[in-house]
């Protein structure tokens, strides 16, 4: 059971291009997630989606899109990345069923725009 | 907007010695929960607190839940070097059903030392 799966593990930009992540969780989970973790800032959260064709924005969401067309992949996009876009990229899925499950993690993306 | 708070940010101990770390929060919210992170790596699940009072043991840790007072502690027992990590907590802020999302914490770095 792999969980949930980020790719790619790194990736170096030049500013001004574009990139998507990929997260695929296998876990069946209603829920998806992407954050963004920096030095002292813990974990904020960028976009969310509560299931399949639906998206909303969190904490952060500027210079980010999503999209959820298929309920186990939940893709973000940066269309012209800028270097206060380096960071460490988490996505995260949970059980759509009650608000008592974690949430369960990827590895992380480490992207970093020169 | 809910705030998260988290002291220590920082938190170097001896092996054998107990400590608290706490967890404020500035909403109403009756769901918290507890990360580890690994340098460099992912986030684990370690404890889910769902009501006022839940208290959970694993091993050395213990959390607990004041909902009242809007805080959550994680103990930490005779500490060992294998806990050295970064701990989050994070909230659900109480909201509707289909947006659901938690608020993280900056996370408190914890070093064991021999």
């Known amino acids: 059971n792999a969980g949930v799966t980020q790719t790619p593990k790194f990736r170096v930009l030049k500013t001004g291009q574009s990139m998507t992540l990929l997260c695929a969780q296998d876990?069946?989970?209603?829920?998806m997630y992407w954050y963004r973790q920096d030095p002292g800032m813990g974990l904020r959260l960028i976009h969310y989606?509560?299931?399949?064709?639906?998206?909303a924005k969190g904490e952060v969401p500027d210079g980010y899109n999503v999209s959820r067309l298929k309920k186990q992949n939940f893709l973000l996009g940066l269309e012209s990345a800028a270097p206060s876009q380096t960071s460490v990229y988490f996505c995260?899925?949970?059980?759509?069923?009650?608000?008592?499950?974690?949430?369960?993690f990827g590895d992380g993306t480490r992207l970093s725009i020169l | 907007e809910l705030k998260v708070e988290q002291n220590p940010l920082f938190l170097s101990m001896q092996e054998g010695k107990n400590y608290t770390i706490y967890c404020n929060y500035s909403?109403?919210?009756?769901?918290l929960y507890w990360y580890r992170q690994d340098p460099g790596k992912s986030l684990e699940s370690l404890f889910v607190?769902?009501?006022?009072?839940a208290v959970k043991q694993e091993g050395r840790l213990m959390a607990s839940l004041d909902t009242k007072a809007r805080l959550s502690t994680l103990h930490i027992t005779a500490a060992v070097h294998d806990l050295s990590a970064t701990y989050f907590c994070?909230?659900?802020?109480?909201?509707?059903?289909?947006?659901?999302?938690?608020?993280f914490g900056t996370g408190t770095r914890l070093t064991i030392i021999p």
């Open positions: 607190l769902l009501s006022n009072g």
């Open positions: 876990m069946n989970h209603e829920y």
């Open positions: 995260a899925s949970r059980n759509g069923v009650g608000r008592n499950q974690p949430q369960h």
């Open positions: 989606s509560v299931g399949e064709g639906t998206t």
């Open positions: 909403t109403t919210s009756d769901r």
């Open positions: 994070a909230v659900d802020e109480k909201a509707n059903f289909g947006n659901e999302k938690l608020t």
